[in-house]
Nanobody, 117 residues
Framework: QVQVVESGGGLVQPGGSLRLTCTASGGGFMWYGMGWFRQAQGKEREMVATITNVHGDNRGDYADFVKGRFTISRDNAKNTVYLQMNDLKPEDTGVYYC????????WGKGTLVTVSS
């Protein structure tokens, strides 16, 4: 059983930065596709960024609305994936969820990000 835990959310002013952290326990982390998703109040959950691990390739795929502002990365030795969020906007507010996927999907409980002045 894989357990996924997110951290790093909080309140930040527009234009500020946050780094979210997701740790997945249970073994085999390097084989999992990892991703960050978010859900704003009253809206559906949407993909923010995903990253696979093909021969150590650390490339991520991003939703258009975060390209150039967010960076996803992973440290397989620490069973951890990060989401560096820069130039945050009020519309980035929401609960951010981490997902581990290897056929089956495993989700964390989320961490709240609030962008407000």
């Amino acid at each position: 059983q894989v357990q996924v835990v997110e951290s790093g959310g909080g309140l930040v002013q527009p234009g500020g930065s946050l780094r979210l952290t997701c740790t997945a326990s249970g073994g085999g982390f390097m084989w999992y596709g990892m991703g960050w998703f978010r859900q704003a109040q009253g809206k559906e959950r949407e993909m923010v960024a995903t990253i696979t691990n093909v021969h150590g390739d650390n490339r991520g795929d991003y939703a258009d609305f975060v390209k150039g502002r967010f960076t996803i990365s992973r440290d397989n030795a620490k069973n951890t994936v990060y989401l560096q969020m820069n130039d945050l906007k009020p519309e980035d507010t929401g609960v951010y969820y981490c997902r581990a996927k290897l056929g089956t999907e495993y989700w964390g409980k989320g961490t709240l990000v609030t962008v407000s002045s």
